[in-house]
């Protein structure tokens, strides 16, 4: 059997959100992270364009394909708990009226003969029957070509509602393989510094801790079960998912190997793995 080598990511941060559905305003998180994830934490790491158009800086970037081959597996020292965010944004009644709110000057002027006799700060019934879909925060501002003003592209009163699933507190050990060392040490030296922003699942989601956790010696497994547990770990055990043949007995079929980023054509194809618990040396002091 060839050489193997592991490449550690210490997976830590006031927030994380590891998506399994999510879509449009509904983002939900697995429990712990995903290879699709992780994959493309390293690709934005040595500087990968989602939509695979050339680096602007005039590097070049490892194919996705080459870092899509490489094995995973994940440790869960600290899982952390389930946050829920509810967010709106936009919408709602302002103490104005349409001609203070709206922006844009044509439309405004429409406005003004069934608002200048509105008495007080808010809408009478006529206002309202003519700006079914003005009473709201102006959005989207740029100014008017032909004027100057801003306007507002969207005056919309309906509010944008979101759900956003994370986990609070967790710390993760990812792992992920290769017979290729200098390929796995190019890779960590472009987590110590990487060529584009960084974060665990979600912008708003960065690292607490360095992400570059060690280059090792031998298969992931290995280097699992030999590292000492995080800081805080939840118990002295912990549950590791490493990735594996579809033949391996408790083989799980997971959706998460990732084809393409593309803005528009994302893609994902099938893996499996196993689930196993893990007796690491004591967390450090």
């Not at 509904?26 to 934490?41: E, H, M, N, S």
């Not at 967790?170 to 992920?176: G, N």
Request: glycine content about 8%; charged content about 20%; proline content about 11%.
């Amino acid at each position: 059997m060839s050489n193997r080598y592991t490449l550690l990511l210490r997976l830590e941060a006031v927030l994380q959100a590891w998506g399994g559905r999510s879509h449009f305003n509904d983002r939900d998180t697995l429990a712990r992270p995903t290879k699709c994830g992780v994959i493309g934490l390293l690709a934005a790491a040595d500087g990968h364009d989602r939509n695979d158009q050339p680096a602007d800086d005039g590097h070049t970037y490892l194919p996705l394909a080459t870092l899509a081959a490489l094995r995973f597996a994940v440790r869960a020292d600290r899982p952390g708990t389930f946050l829920h965010d509810f967010q709106t944004a936009g919408g709602g009644r302002f103490p104005v009226r349409p001609r203070d709110l709206i922006t844009d000057p044509k439309r405004a002027q429409k406005a003004a003969p069934a608002n200048d006799t509105v008495p007080g700060r808010v809408f009478s019934p006529a206002a309202t029957s003519r700006l079914t879909d003005w009473y709201g925060a102006p959005k989207n501002i740029t100014p008017d070509p032909d004027s100057g003003a801003l306007t507002a592209g969207n005056t919309g009163r309906h509010p944008v509602i979101r759900n956003r699933w994370y986990l609070a507190d967790a710390a993760f050990l990812a792992a992920v393989e290769s017979p290729d060392r200098a390929l796995l040490a190019r890779l960590a030296e472009r987590l110590d510094a990487p060529r584009r922003l960084l974060w665990l699942g979600r912008k708003n989601c960065p690292p607490t801790q360095p992400l570059n956790h060690g280059l090792h010696y031998g298969p992931l497994e290995d280097a699992l079960a030999a590292t000492p547990l995080l800081p805080r770990p939840a118990r002295p055990t912990c549950t590791a998912w490493i990735e594996c043949a579809p033949t391996d007995t408790g083989a799980v079929l997971m959706h998460d190997q990732p084809l393409s980023f593309a803005s528009d054509h994302r893609s994902y194809a099938p893996r499996w793995e196993i689930q196993t618990t893990l007796t690491p040396p004591g967390a450090p002091r």
